[in-house]
């Protein structure tokens, strides 16, 4: 099966500490579709975290305003999340795909852990 989406760059960090995600979309996807990052945390939905328009407008949800950056570089056709004073509750799975409608199969996404 071809992986359209892959995500990248999760770990275990502080609270207040910073990651940056990444997600590495095929060519064509990422260039037609509005891309998302997406949160799943343990015993919870997947929730939309922030979305970045095929021209770079950008809109975050208020639980992350002020603390993550989405960004796309379109010469790598990769997504990037900046997360900055990461929180307990940022503590979930990552993933990203096309919005408002989730386009492909879900990649495994890529594990946040903020824990002291």
């Known amino acids: 099966q071809v992986q359209l989406v892959e995500e990248s760059g999760g770990g275990l960090v502080q609270p207040g500490g910073s990651l940056r995600l990444s997600c590495a979309v095929s060519?064509?996807?990422?260039?037609?579709?509005?891309m998302g990052w997406y949160r799943q945390a343990p015993g919870k939905e997947r929730e939309l975290v922030a979305t970045?328009?095929?021209?770079?407008?950008?809109n975050h949800v208020d639980s992350v305003k002020g603390r993550f950056t989405i960004s796309r570089d379109n010469a790598k056709n990769t997504v990037y999340l900046q997360m900055n004073s990461l929180k307990h509750e940022d503590t979930a799975v990552y993933f990203c795909?096309?919005?408002?409608?989730?386009?492909?199969?879900w990649g495994q996404g890529t594990l946040v852990t903020v824990s002291s």
């Open positions: 060519a064509i996807i990422f260039r037609l579709n509005i």
């Open positions: 970045i328009s095929r021209t770079g407008d950008t």
């Open positions: 795909n096309t919005h408002p409608r989730a386009l492909v199969a």
